[in-house]
Structure formats: structure tokens, C-alpha cells
């Protein structure tokens, strides 16, 4: 890996970095990139995103207040270091000064990347603000922050060389406090039992879930908490640990094939790599498929495994690319193909891919906005027509425009922001009258910056060429947000489950349900009803992610296992009660009667009859 520390540290920093890699929060994934075009301070600087600028405030240190010793050098310091020059964000969450909370990333002069927040602690010239760190590489182990600054400490560098140094807050009389807690009641609902997946102390958010289409009481969910994800062999009552991912940072993705590889995608700590692994045995162990490095600029990457294919779609360098490898049986992954590039797709991010099950398979991925709060952004959709064939991504289609942006605060993600967050589902099963159809949901706001969000779907029968009239999915009578959509197929039915966060019943739009709705292709669109799903009602527990940028939903053999973050605590088993998130799945039947239901089992439904 780089040396990403100044060169004057000792080698015994360089060793415990070496052993850290650039480490991250598991909810440090929300990323931008841009040109620093001024410095206001060595805590605040502007990045300028192309669509306009953000106040961007360094995650995790304080550097030394106006009248302070080494205040002067820290400010030369991140001048010289970003000013003028591109480099990327990962947002943390919004302040109560509007500033965007952030690591901040740029290349040096040698063109290796760096991570402001460790260059100045390792300096001496910033204080790590109370509870600051990253998320180290192994248990026990000093993360990375912390390492810096012990070793600037040690070694009395800047700040740590003057007698009884000062922490800045300290010598402007503050006192360092949360910012701008969500605030809001959460409500008791009557419903079916949830399931607390996780039961963990501290929080837990952006949960992928996967089921095993030739084993369908099999099941696997891993979110930001982890590195290694849960496991059920019961149709997801019960649920254990699974094997280790490994190094691991955060933005979990799952995939399960007809052969029964389980494939994992996801950011790696060590480095801004997105990495693949696969487990061959239902989630109790895991190998390394392949692992793809780009320069800390990375985002959300997304995994299907269709037809004989793997397919992986993420944000790199601020463009959205794609790389995809032939899959011939359990364990059998080919190499991966030459990494295609999505044409216009600059400030395009948050994305999903969907191959096509007619032959011969297209990949389509589909992207957003990745900063501002709107109006009209694009979402955009780019189609490779010949799938693993030697063609690449056609030229990209703007699919629908929205009036969330990619940084679009809510009253229920009033720190983290939501985007539209585009999302992809073929119809799979060859006897459906809409064979090979392509689905598309995503998030408007009906006027821009109301907080009356929906959820809204599109079609398309070319492959997503052109599309259909929008269609609101959600059916309150309410101006309040609904968010985070997800989408699934069913590819035994060709019938698509959608799931969502809602604030309807809110009073102060800011506690989150989690509902579903679905609908069979015959006679489309034949929604069958907006249906409750969750037992309690969370508002955010966690003012750097909220509820996080994504949720997760599997459907397989007329079941769909919705998965959110939940600090309810309706099942009165999570540790930290309603403080913090733990992570929540239910069971939402498309069909009461579909064969192998126990028609009178309905204390285990989520779903009203038709």
C-alpha cells in the first residue's frame, strides 16, 4: 500500500499504518469529488462540485484557534495541500452550521493519496476532537486518527512541542457537544413480529440482503457494523454470525446465483478498493473473487449475478464503471473483463445494475445526482446491448429528472441527506407476459425542498431506451417523506416488491415506518396496496448517518425480506434500547396463497389479502 503519512514519521507509525491501511468509519461512503477552491480556516474549506460549492468541515480533528501556537502553519499547511487542486470528500454529515462534516482527500505532489485529517494529527497540528477515530483494521488494534496524533505526541511535534499544550475548544471556552440531533416521537403501531437481526451495542445502518434462489430458506445480511455478515438457514427467524469478509470498510452489496455462489462486493479499509468475495456454503466462509483499486473515489458499489454472469457497477473517479466475469458453477468465477467506463456520467453516482435475462444479456446500470438538493437532476441510465460481448456502455439516456439532488436533507435525514437513490429489477420469469421488462424506481419531491417526497416507478419494454410515465408508489394523503426506496424481482412470478422508509405518520416527518407494496406483471400495474411492514416507528439514533444512504430487499419464491435500520426497539432485544440502531427484517408475502404457505400461518405475514 502507499505511504500515506508525512515523511518525517517514524517508522514506527509507518509500521502501525502499514498494518491499519487508510481505515474508515463503516458510514464514511457518501463520497463527491471536486476542486478545493478556497480554505477559510484548517478546519473549513469549499469544494466546488461542478454544480455548485459546499462549506466542508474536516471530519475528526481541531486545529489551533487564532492566537494559538502553530495556528498560522495549520492553516499553510491545508492551503498548500488542497487549495487549487481536486480532490474528493466522504461525507459525514451536516452541522448545525450547514457545513458538510467530511474526510477530505487529495493527491501530493508524488501523486499519492492522502487523508487531511491524518496529515495534520500526524503533523502536530490538530487536535483529534473527543470520540474521533476510524474504524481500525482488526479488533483492538489503534485505528489509524488515533495513531497519528499518539505518534506526533510522542515524537513532540507542532502543537505537542510547546509546554502544557491547549485543545482549541478548550481555550475559546466551548464545550464540544452533538450537533443538531434529530429530533421526533417515535410511535407504537400495532403489527406482525420483527426480526432484530443484529442485537448489537452501537449503531447499525445501510443493511444488503440476499436469498439463495435454489434454497430459498437460506438467507444472508451483512451491513456497515461488520465484517462479517449474518447467516439464516430458517427463512430468516433465526440468524448467526458468518464467516469474515475480512478487511472491510463499509457499502455491503449481495448477490446469489442459480449455482449457489453467494458473492459479497463492498469497500475495503485497507484501501479504496472495491473487493469481491464469494462463499460457496451459504455465508459460513468467504474467498477473494477480485479486488478492483480506485484512487479514494469510491461509492455504493452494486453486484448481480444473473445467466451465468457477474456484473459489479461503482462510482470511480467520479464517473460510474462497470467490470463483469463469467460464472460457470459453484466456485467456478472467470476473469473479470477490462473495466468499461458509463459515457456521461460525471457527477453521476448512487447506482444500481440489472443485466437482462434475454440473450444476450445486457447490462444496464443507472446513476444520479451526487451532490446539490435538486431541482430537475437527472437520473441517467447507460445500456451495454451486448452484455459480456465486446461492445461497452452506450451513450447515457437521461430515464427521468427529480427534485432530490444528491445531498437532499429531510426532516428524517436532516445530518446524512437522501438522494434518489435510483434502483434496477428485470422481470426474469419467461412466462410473464412482460418478459424481459426493465423496472426503475427512485425518489421525487413533488415541489423542491417541501420534504414531500415519493416513491415513483418507471418501465421500460427496450431494454432502457425509453420509458413510461411515472408512477407514484406510495399512497398517503400526506405531504410527508418517504425514502430509500428498494426494488425486487421475483423471478419465479415475474411479480416486483418494493420497499421504502415513510414518514407518514409522523407528525414531525421525522420517524421512519418501513413499508411495502407489490404487483403482478398481469395486467400491470396492478398494485396489490401499501402495506406497513414494520412493528414500531425509529427516528434517527446517529447524527453522521442517519438512517444511512441505502436499505436492502431480497424476494424469492413469492417472499420479500425487506431489511432497515431500526431504533424502535419493538422487539425489545436491542442493548442500546432506542439510543442506537440495530438491524431489522421482516417477511412481506406477495401472495397469501402462493404454493408452499401455510395459508392459516398469519401471524407470520406482513401482507394484508389482496
Known sequence: MHDRVPRSISASLLAAVALLGLAAQPASAK???????????????????????????????????DGQPFAAEAKAFVREALLGKNGAVRFKYRNAKDEMVSRVFYTDAQGVARDLSVELAAAGLAWLRPGARYRPAEEGQMDELTAAQAEAQRARRGVWSVPNPVAPWTYRGEKLEAEGETSGTPETVAGTVDINISKIVNGDNECAIAKNPANPLQLVAHCNSSASPWRSIDGGQTWVVGGSLGSYCCDPNLAWDSFGNLFATFIDSAADNIVTKVSVNGGVSFSRVASFFCNFCVDQPSVVAHDGMIWIVWNNDSVMVARGAAVTGLGAIGAFSAMQTAPTTSSCSFGDIATSPVFPHAVVQVCGPSGGQGPNASIRINIDSDGPG???????????????????????????????????????????????????VYTDELVNESHNTNIMLRYSDD????????????????????????????????EVAICWHDARNSGTNTAMEEWCDSFTPVGFPTFRGNVRVSDGASVSTDIQMDFGDYSGLTVIDGVAHPIWADSSNSTGDNPDNTSEFDTYTDKYFLSLFFDGFEAGNSSAWSAVAP
Not at 431506451?465 to 394523503?477: E, K
Open 31 to 65: 463520497r463527491l469529488g471536486g476542486v478545493f477552491t478556497a480554505v477559510k480556516d484548517a478546519n473549513v474549506v469549499i469544494l466546488d462540485y461542478g454544480e455548485g460549492s459546499y462549506d466542508v468541515r474536516i471530519y475528526g480533528t481541531e486545529a489551533p484557534a
Open 390 to 440: 465486446a461492445g461497452g456502455f452506450g451513450a447515457s439516456i437521461v430515464a427521468t429528472t427529480t427534485n432530490v439532488g444528491g445531498f437532499d436533507f429531510i426532516p428524517a435525514q436532516n445530518h446524512r441527506s437522501i438522494d434518489p437513490e435510483a434502483g434496477l429489477a428485470f422481470d426474469r420469469n419467461p412466462t410473464s407476459q412482460h418478459f424481459g421488462r426493465l423496472y426503475l
Open 463 to 494: 431494454t432502457g431506451a425509453t420509458w413510461s410515465a411515472p408512477i407514484q408508489v406510495n399512497t398517503d394523503a400526506t405531504t410527508r417523506s418517504q425514502f430509500l426506496p428498494k426494488i425486487a424481482s421475483d423471478p419465479a412470478t415475474g
